[in-house]
Every structure is written in C-alpha cells, then in structure tokens.
C-alpha cells in the first residue's frame, strides 16, 4: 500500500477525467459550447476539464457517450441522493410499457420528490410520458398498416397526433438547441438523446409527415458512424433505431412510394437489424434485444440470403423469451442513458473505510491535524442525506490512502486508447486467446507508465492470470495476485477485509485469489475471500440493489466453492438471484456461466434426492440449454465446445 504515496503519483482522478474529456473534446473539434449545450454552462465545463468541479454521474456520462465514449471505463462515486433518483428512474423503466397506471403514479411521484431536475431527468420523464402516450393511440385505433388498414386510418385522430407531436418536442427541447431538426449531424448528442430524436421521428410519422421522419430517422442511423463513435457506444442507440425503421416500413402497408423516394428497401432494413444484433452480441448486451429480435422475425427470410439466421434469431428469441418468463422480467421495457454497476456511495464509501480501520466519527474527520467537517455532518453525509463537496470527500479519503473524486479512471490515464486496449485484454484473456492476449499486454507496457500503482496492478494481474490459465501454475499465480492486489489495497493482518471498499480491478484479482485458494485444496481461505468480496459489492448497493461489475464473476468461484462441499441448494439459489440482479443491467457475459451452475447445482440436488428427479430434470434441462444458446449468442465458441461434451448428461 504504501507505493500510493511514492511523490511520482500525482495524478488526481478528478483532473483526469477532465483532461481525457478536454484530449477527446479537442480530437473531435468541438467547442466547449458544443459539448456542453443543453447539460451544464460552458465555464461549468472549463472546471470540469480543469477538474475544479463537481458533477453529476448523469451529467459526466453524457459528456462521454456525446462524444461516442462509454463510461463503463471510469469508476464513479456519487451521492445517496443521485443514486436514489437512478432507482426511481430505473423503477419507471421496469413498469414502461407494461403497466402504465404505475408508471402515471410513480412519474408524479418523481417530479413532487425531485423538483429540481437536471434537464437529462426531465427529457427521460417525457420520454416515458411519450412512449405511453404512442401506446394508448396504437391501442385505440390499431397498427396502421396492418391487416388491411390504411395508413391514413391515423389521420383522424388528429387532435392526439398533433399532442404527441408537441410532447415529442418538449421532450428532446429539454437538452438540444431549437433548430436542430435542420442541422443534426452537427450537433453533439449522446445515445439517449437521440432515442428521444427517435421518438420525435415517430410522432412526425403519425402526424402524416412521413417523408420528415424518414430523414430524421436515417440521421439518427447514421450518426454513430458519422461521429466516429466506439461500437460499445453504437450498441445504446442502433437497436432502438432498428426496430423503429423495421416498424415504420411494415406500417406503410408493404413499402410506400415514400419509403421508395428515401432509397431505402426491404434488404436495407434487414441489414440495419442485422448490424445491430451483431453489436449487441459482440457486446453481450441485451438492451432492447427481445423487441429487436421480433422486429427481425417478421422480416422475409430471404432476405437474409438464407434460413441459417433467420434460424438463429428464431432461438435467440426463444432463449429471451424464457430467460425474462423464468425472471418475471419486462423484455419490453425502457432503458435509461446511463448505467451505474460501476457507481459506488460516496457516503457508504466513507463509512466502509472507516470501519475498516476501526476509526471513529470522532476520530474520521480530521486531516492532519484540522477538522474536515464535524461529527454530525460525517454521519449524514454516511447515510446519504448529505453530499460531500470534491474537496471535502478528497480530504477526508486520503487518511485511508484513496485519492480521487467523482469520477475514476480504471487506469491512472487519459487515454481512451489506453482504456479500451485494457478492456481487450480483459476480453482475450476472458475467451483464452493466449497469444492475441500477449500480444496487446506488449503493446499495453509501451502505453503506460507502471509508476502509477493500478498500471502496476494491471501488468502483475494479466501476468498471474497467463500464469494460471496458460500454465497451469497455481500456486506462483496465487502470489502474483496477492501481489497485484496489494499494489491498491492493505495488508488485512488484524483488519475485517469485507469492510474494504473492492474497486472493479480489486474485485477481479480477489476474486481469482479465492479460485485460486479453491483449486489448492484450501477451502477455509477460499471460502474468507469469497464472502469478503460479496460483502463489499453487497454494501455498496444498498440505494440501487443493483451489484457491481464483477459480482457475477465472484459468485461463479463461490458456487464452484458451496458445490465443493456439497451444498448445493445454496449454490442453485445463488446463481439464479444474480442472474436477477444481472438482468438489470446492459451487459449479460456472465448469465451463461450462471445457467450452466445453476444446471449443474440442480442436477446435483436430485442425485441427492431421487424424490424430486422429475421436476428437477425439467429446471436443468432448460438451464442448460439456455446456456449453450447463450454462449452462441455472445460467441463463447469455448464454452460451447465444452457444454457439447456434456450434453448427454444433462439433456439425455
């Protein structure tokens, strides 16, 4: 621990947050009125890439995904309070379109709570007004197009078009300019800003501006690409843009002579559909996956140039299909602009660090030898009920030897380069692709400066990783992750490790330290790991219910650890609560190893009680099919191959 102080670490994660979002500004030629407009003031940006200012999650993610970045390479801290609105916002989009007199009452309930709003929380609360206010017309006066009904049917129902028509330009007025319509491959826009442009398109479709529409969704189609965005970022908005064109066509009634003036065929829209399931399942996303795949169903399959696809697309969706019926999940459902696996409390932050070093109120609020703030204030800022200022949260973090501010990067860095070959490493180790995986960790040295202790941390996990899954080395990989981890964190002698606050990287190496005590016979210290980490992640998700990135990952050595010693009802019960948790949010690589546990663990308990055989067979049998189905759909050929060997026994 004590590398953190060394003189060479200087680099505040607030100021680099602001210099990467300044190097990026700058490499796209925007100028701060254009990043900023519509979110927060121009100077209110100058501080932020000065890092002198304090912000929101809501409002740094933006910055990033306008500009075609995922957040997912920072660690965030945030206040009870934003955390408290994510819920709430995340509660709405679990009951949008499903049950929308729920959805009227909690909306109220937002706005009577929150009636300071951030411009980006306004436009989300319209856009659910909005996609209500779609669904009730398409209800009363059915699908135009279908079965017969022309186009025109919508026209008399003038008097609501024209009132979605407003709704949609409050909703995206909220964050961009007026004029937009004109100029919209110029402006700076973040994927759930153009879902609302989106939305609009659809409401100048019922307005009978069907011509409007179709250019403003081809816009939004093509902006991604335009804008040079990361696929990661594509997959948030060119799903929604699928669907939306696929249903916009078929309401022509079979392709109008509009639809013809646009250039735009049947083919085109296949394609498009195609394009962005591929970067959903590159990306092992589900983010409006179950709408996309039935927009894709009910094209020709011929135009996919064979029944191979369309095939496939078929058991993608009856894979969804079950997966959301056997979790009572809405696979219709809206998604907010932002995710927060990667969020911590700054407040439940705070309290974790002082209980693990067994630090009082009194005693946690001093630094050096001044008061920071007063024992009182501490505990409110503790429960959530308080937001720390940077400075103050900065002063009070650093006793414990944790620098930084609201937004981290997962590497000492400002490059975005240096982060997304990161997340490649991460993914080539993930699929073993040993020499793709030595290849960029040469390329990753000569980017980085092991000075910083997380580059440090980074080079020694990837290094006891190969040392493991290459070789085979166990116990020196088990020294080589002790190593790396305490390039971050504290010796534990004396100390309850559950209390320390695991970071994304720190939960990894944890993590794989349990596997590794596992696989040496040692169970009690696998067992102490395990239970240490879960408890972490566990705590910092009390305002969210949502676990952190790398919850699935843990859970996956623990269920390996409760099967070790035969108990296996707690494994089963385990795995299917986080592929719960999982469901929630963007990305699900791990829900096909939690299938394949959850198959196994049952199959297990009926060994163990032939009484119950029957019933069993039938849970097994479809978690594990679900499984092989998954692992298709995120391109785990590995993990196929494997799950093929043991078909006759689970599906036999």
């Known amino acids: ?116 709003r951030e411009p980006l929380e306004e436009q989300f609360l319209l856009k659910a007004e909005l996609v209500l206010m779609l669904l009730q017309v398409m209800a009363k006066y059915g699908e135009a197009g279908e079965q017969g009904r022309s186009v025109r049917a919508w026209e008399y129902a003038g008097t609501e078009m024209a009132a979605i028509l407003e709704k949609a330009e409050q909703m995206v007025g909220c964050t961009v300019r007026k004029g937009w319509e004109r100029h919209l491959a110029k402006l700076c826009l973040s994927p759930g800003e153009l879902e609302a442009v989106l939305l609009f398109g659809a409401a100048l479709f019922l307005n009978g501006r069907w ?78 996956v179950l709408p996309l795949l039935d927009a894709l169903c009910g094209l020709d399959a011929a135009l996919f140039g064979g029944p191979e696809y369309p095939e496939q697309v078929r058991k993608f969706r009856e894979m969804f299909r079950e997966i959301y019926g056997w979790f009572d999940y809405p696979g219709y459902r809206i998604w907010q602009g932002i995710s927060i696996d990667n969020t911590r409390d700054a407040g439940t932050v705070l309290k974790m660090l002082r209980t693990f070093y067994g630090k009082s109120r009194e005693g946690a609020v001093y630094d050096g030898g001044e008061q920071v703030v007063t024992p009182r204030h501490l505990e409110k800022i503790e429960k959530g009920t308080h937001k720390p200022s940077y400075e103050n949260y900065s002063r009070l973090a650093k006793q414990y030897g944790k620098y930084g501010g609201w937004h981290t990067p997962l590497l000492e860095t400002d490059s975005v380069d240096v982060l997304a070959l990161r997340q490649r490493i991460s993914t080539l180790l993930e699929y073993s692709d040993w020499e793709g995986a030595e290849r960029e960790i040469r390329r990753f040295r000569g980017m980085v400066d092991e000075v910083y202790p997380k580059v440090r941390q980074e080079l020694r996990f990837f290094e006891a990783a190969m040392k493991w899954k290459k070789e085979g080395a166990l116990q020196e990989s088990l020294e080589m992750m002790l190593e790396a981890l305490h390039c971050t ?35 009690s210290e696998a067992k102490k790991w395990y239970e240490a980490v879960l408890f972490s992640i566990r705590q910092n998700s009390v305002k969210t219910d949502v676990y952190n990135y ?45 299938f394949y546990h959850i198959a196994w663990n049952t199959y297990e308990i009926a060994v163990e009680k032939p009484e119950r055989h029957e019933s069993l067979r039938l849970k097994w049998r479809k978690a594990f099919r679900i499984s092989e189905t998954m692992a298709d759909f995120v391109y785990d050929s590995r993990m196929r191959a494997l799950l093929e060997e043991r078909e006759a026994k689970f599906l036999s």
């Open 1 to 116: 621990m004590e590398h953190i102080s060394e003189p060479k670490f200087i680099l505040e994660y607030n100021r680099a947050y602001g210099q990467m979002i300044r190097k990026e500004r700058m490499k796209r030629k925007l100028s701060l009125e254009d990043l900023s407009s519509g979110i927060l003031s121009r100077t209110a940006l100058e501080k932020v890439e000065k890092g002198k200012a304090q912000w929101t999650k809501l409002t740094g993610d933006t910055l990033l995904l306008r500009m075609g970045i995922s957040p997912e390479y920072f660690e965030s801290l945030s206040s009870g309070e934003s955390l408290e609105r994510w819920r709430m916002r995340e509660d709405i989009c679990l009951l949008v379109p499903g049950k929308a007199e729920l959805v009227v009452e909690k909306l109220e309930e937002y706005r009577k709570i929150y009636s300071k």
């Open 489 to 523: 964190v504290p010796e534990f002698e004396g100390r309850d490790m559950k209390w320390w606050v695991f970071q994304r990287e720190e939960i990894m190496i944890a993590g794989d330290i349990g596997n590794l005590y596992r696989r040496l016979g040692n169970f």
């Open 550 to 594: 790398g919850y699935g990952v843990v859970v996956q050595g623990y269920s390996n650890y409760l099967g070790d010693i035969y108990s296996f009802e707690n494994a089963a019960e385990l795995s299917e609560a986080t592929v719960r948790k999982d469901l929630l949010l963007y990305r699900i690589n791990c829900i096909r190893h939690l």
């Open 211 to 288: 011509e409007e529409a179709w250019e403003l969704w081809q816009a939004v189609w093509e902006y991604p690409q335009t804008h040079g965005w990361k696929e990661r970022a594509m997959a948030l908005i060119l799903p929604q843009a699928a669907i939306l064109g696929i249903r916009q066509a078929y309401a022509f009634g079979r392709f109008s002579d509009s639809l013809a003036f646009r250039g735009t065929s049947e083919g085109d829209m296949a394609t498009g559909g195609r394009k962005a399931l591929e970067l959903l399942r590159r990306y092992g996303c589900h983010c409006y």
